[in-house]
Nanobody
Framework: QVQLVESGGGAVQPGESLTLSCEAS????????MGWYRQVPGKQREMVAA???????FYADSAKGRFIISGDFAKNLVSLQLNNLKPEDTDVYYC??????????WGQGTQVTVSS
């Protein structure tokens, strides 16, 4: 069983920054991809940023130029640096990891609140 533990959420003012972190523990062979998603009310979770084991990074349009994802596949860690935060970034952010063979895991979610 794999567990993802997230940290780093919080409440900030517009223009400030936060860094989210997520670490995987448990039994798995390897991680193929890691990412961060947000829960849009009434919709499925949508990708904010992701990185695969080859180092290729993907960003949602809303994240490009502001957020930076970093994946350490040797340490089973993924982080998301959120810069120049806006009120519309307020949401619960979930870490996700893909272990291949249709195995994946989600973190418990961490709240990010941006308001003045």
């Amino acid at each position: 069983q794999v567990q993802l533990v997230e940290s780093g959420g919080g409440a900030v003012q517009p223009g400030e920054s936060l860094t989210l972190s997520c670490e995987a523990s448990g039994t798995f062979y390897r991680i193929y991809a890691m990412g961060w998603y947000r829960q849009v009310p009434g919709k499925q979770r949508e990708m904010v940023a992701a990185v695969n084991a080859a180092g290729t990074k993907f960003y949602a349009d809303s994240a490009k130029g502001r957020f930076i994802i970093s994946g350490d596949f040797a340490k089973n860690l993924v982080s998301l640096q959120l810069n120049n935060l806006k009120p519309e970034d307020t949401d619960v952010y979930y870490c996700h990891m893909d272990f291949g063979l249709a195995r994946d895991s989600w973190g418990q979610g961490t709240q990010v609140t941006v308001s003045s």
